[in-house]
């Protein structure tokens, strides 16, 4: 293992790192601590934010949840290179093994244990995949939202079934977010990244969100919801209960 591994491995198990204590932990020179905090901040893994000489670990397994999940929910096949399912941060070598030690580190299990996840609702809700080359499997609601970062779309089945994603790609919270559906009913929560399960901080809709009778982005109705930064979650559409007096008409 390189010294520059070695110092992403040790910047993993603290969230943090600085140039004198990859000197101490790796007998290194200054000059050589210094070269590889300017890679590791080059390649992503820390922050250029920082506070008195410290270097803090970027995020990115929020933004893998949120890519994984955008990639999920759109038309198409799937497809993740081998390691991609537990965040492997070093670049595939053909001639060693995957580096499966990073399992023994929590965020590395929540990653993994939410790629399994992603796959289970995948395959249990046939909106995301069997109408895959029709627009009739496809609708936008919100697809050019520039200045909050936030998209959202809806994937139905043959029988009408909808799944409802938002998706938010900055990390700042959007609160009572609102946007318009094509039906009236409730939207119940499926999937949401942010769970702290995953890894996330247990942000956002909880449980389920009711449509309003408010027309927006060109639909009769509208959904308003919590969406945490850098998440993505996935309501599963339920039709409005008919009143007992519809109920009688009929």
Not at 45 to 52: E, L, N, V
Not at 94 to 104: A, I, P, S
Not at 125 to 137: H, K, L, M, T
């Amino acid at each position: 293992m390189t010294n520059y591994e070695k110092a992403i491995r040790i910047a993993k198990e603290d969230g943090k790192v600085c140039i004198s204590y990859l000197q101490r932990r790796l007998c290194l020179s200054y000059f050589e601590a210094g070269q590889i905090i300017d890679r590791m901040k080059a390649d992503g893994y820390i922050s250029d934010k920082r506070k008195i000489g410290i270097y803090y670990m970027v995020d990115k397994y929020a933004n893998l949840r949120v890519g994984y999940t955008y990639m999920f929910g759109h038309s198409g096949k799937k497809l993740l290179f081998m390691g991609q399912e537990f965040g492997q941060f070093i670049e595939w070598k053909y001639d060693t093994g995957l580096d499966w030690m990073l399992l023994g580190y929590e965020k590395h299990q929540q990653l993994k244990a939410y790629v399994k996840k992603l796959n289970s609702v995948y395959l249990k809700y046939p909106a995301f995949w069997e109408v895959d080359y029709s627009w009739e499997g496809f609708k936008w609601f919100v697809p050019d939202d520039t200045d909050n970062s936030v998209i959202a779309f809806s994937r139905l089945d043959k029988e009408g079934n909808e799944i409802v994603a938002a998706c938010n790609f900055t990390p700042v919270m959007r609160e009572k977010y609102s946007f318009g559906v094509a039906r009236e009913g409730t939207y119940e929560v499926i999937l949401n990244t942010d769970a702290v399960e995953f890894g996330g901080e247990g942000k956002g809709t909880k449980t389920k969100a009711t449509s309003k009778k408010v027309g927006m982005h060109g639909f009769e109705n509208s959904l308003t919801v919590d969406i945490p930064g850098l998440s993505v979650i996935f309501f599963r559409y339920k039709p409005k209960k008919a009143t007992k007096k519809t109920a009688d008409k009929q």
